[in-house]
């Protein structure tokens, strides 16, 4: 065994055998580095490493009584991942539950937190598994498929910190379009085009709608790239007539083309398959019957693939404002195997690898691909993704597949969201009301209201699952989950800020509360509230009947936005709110139409949407530094006109209303609250 070490910063990174992986992510090219010696290397703040030879080669790593495990991407469980056995293989499992491991995304990164804070990232596409102390109550055993390996290991004082030093190497996360932090509607699947446009109507009658997908009904015989001309007569026509509205239209497209002579885009593409050992054609059945598969880890094949994009963007419409859902790129396939065969192969430059060496990384090279194809013509591209592996990030958001529709689901996707987040994946959701199942009115209110901060908010359901869109829903339900939807609104220019955030840093968006509280042991256990940013704690209500709830507040000052009192932390308390919301004190939080809640003394940085002009390729974002300190409020930078600031107190809310009260400084502009007279407001 081939073992070399170096480190650059912060980071120490660990090659095993050449360390010939399916994702570079030039770090060690770029970075100022030094080569330390490889037992140096093995020890880690968080625990001593030990690398073992053998046909499934392992790392372990040393596992204290008190260390918290998170992170590790998608997984079905709970926040803390401690004592459990978790594989990184993208696997489509036809729909899942608590407990149901692996699938459809893989990231082979955690955090472990005790005395000190530190990740750890494995570089191997490979299948892999993490036995967190379960085999061995005081190791953590990692075992991989194949024997070459990149291992990164990052020290940090904060998860914050960890997770930057994580999206140095991975990348960055994309900045998300204004648009695609609003409501989106979906459905496997909707058509005719006229049942589309009815459907946005009668949506639009009751809360905003941002984005539609069209799941693979729209298309010819399951074909992507193609259009059924009988249901949807004029594509072009539909995506005009609701970008009018604002609202854009987000395609699925899966990788699968479909083995037909005569079909241009196999025809167009051939070559540029992956093949079998004896240079055959891979093929495996999905929806439109036989298919082929692009070989995304050919650049020539990467080529072939952003034409076919860009045509297919081109002539639906969708350049300017538009998305694409990429799903089934798991690679996901009907036949026994669930995928394409490990002994399949790729061609990567004049090298031929098997598909089980470059597997969790398909997804990964399938985003990069139609995020480039798609910058060429659309300013802010956005893509929807159901498989990934780090550094897809850079391209895409991430929903978390085919969930059920259950009460426990609730509880298991906000773990899942903030896993993900802590895995350095921000953007990411799930499907509203459950893909799967016949979920109830109330379910599906419950629903709304739980993801109501969660980065991509969208209603979509299998076909054999109940009606959920909300013009259908009894009164009552309907109104549920109308207000969560209004309070999302009323919050987007906080959450457009925090995006910028997660684009600049890799911080997540939404966040478990031991990420702001790392040393609250009770932190680790809840997974029924999160964090929104640093300042907003929300606590939803997830279990059927209830109208209020018990919740923990951590080590602070907290303001009952609904309730309009004060808590002290480190307790729990009863919230008899629709939607508990607390807001931390020392705390600026932008709202929509220019309002700003100030409570105590604090700083933030509002973003504002600004998007590109028709024909450019950029945008640019105007930054506005806002401080609240010994009751004078100050914006720095971009100006702020006809703002309404919201001031807490012990005592309750001021309303400052207008911009007659500013003050012109050398900085920028100043209100002193003290100055002004208390107003109620409703």
Known sequence: ??????????????????????????????????????????????????????????????????????????????????????????????????????????????????????????????????????????????????????????????????????????GRPFMPPYWSLGHMISRYSYFPQKKVEEIVREYSKIVPVSAVFLDIDYMDGFKIFTWDRERFNDPAGLTASLRSRNIATVPIVDPGVKAEQGYGVFERMMGHFVETSNRELFLGRVWPGLCAFPDFFNEHAQEAWKREMLDFISTSGLDGVGGIWLDMNEPSIFDTARTINNDAIHIRGKEKIKHSKL??????????????????????????????????????????GDNEGSWDDLRLQISMICSLGLSGMPFAGCDLGGFMGRAEPELIARYYQMAAFFPVYRNHKAKDGSDQELFLLPEKYREMAARAVRMRYAFLPYLYSLAYEAHRTGHPVVRPLCYEFPKDEGCYRIDDEYMVGSSLLYAPIIERGRQSRELYLPEGTWYSWWEAKSFEGNRYVKSNAEMPLFIR???????????????????????????????????????????????????????????????LDAKGMKTIRGAEQWKETEKGLELKVRQLKRVEIS
Request: aromatic share 12%.
């Open 1 to 170: 065994m081939k073992v070399e070490a170096f480190r650059a910063g912060k980071t120490t990174v660990i090659r095993v055998n050449d360390a010939e992986c399916a994702v570079d992510y030039g770090f060690l090219a770029r970075s100022e580095k030094k080569r330390i010696a490889v037992e140096d290397a093995l020890i880690t703040p968080c625990g001593r490493l030990w690398l073992v030879e053998g046909e499934r080669p392992e790392i372990q790593k040393e596992l204290s009584l008190y260390e918290h495990l998170v992170g590790f991407g998608e997984k079905a469980f709970e926040i803390d991942r401690k004592r459990l056995v978790l594989t990184m293989w993208n696997h489509d499992p036809g729909g899942y539950r608590r407990g149901t491991d692996p699938i459809y995304a893989s990231f082979p990164f955690f955090i472990s937190i005790g005395e000190n804070i530190c990740g750890y990232f494995l570089n191997a596409a490979c299948k892999s598994v993490f036995d967190n102390g379960m085999t061995h109550y005081d190791r953590i055993r990692i075992s991989l498929e194949h024997n070459s390996y990149e291992l990164y290991i990052f020290q940090g004082d904060s998860i914050g910190e960890i997770l930057e030093l994580l999206t140095d190497v991975t």
């Open 359 to 400: 597997h969790n990384a398909y997804a990964l090279f399938e985003a990069k691909a139609t995020f480039e194809a798609m910058k060429k013509i659309i300013p802010e591209p956005f893509i929807l993704t159901r498989a990934g592996y780090p550094g897809i990030q850079r391209f895409a958001a991430i929903w978390t």
């Open 585 to 647: 004190k020392n705390s600026i939080i932008p709202m929509e139409d220019n309002y700003f809640i100030t409570y105590g003394n604090g700083s933030f940085t509002i973003v504002h949407h600004d998007p590109a002009s028709p024909g450019s390729k950029r945008r640019q974002h105007r930054l506005t530094e806002l401080t609240s300190k010994d009751h004078v409020f100050s914006a720095e930078g971009w100006p702020i006109c006809n703002a309404t600031i919201l001031y």
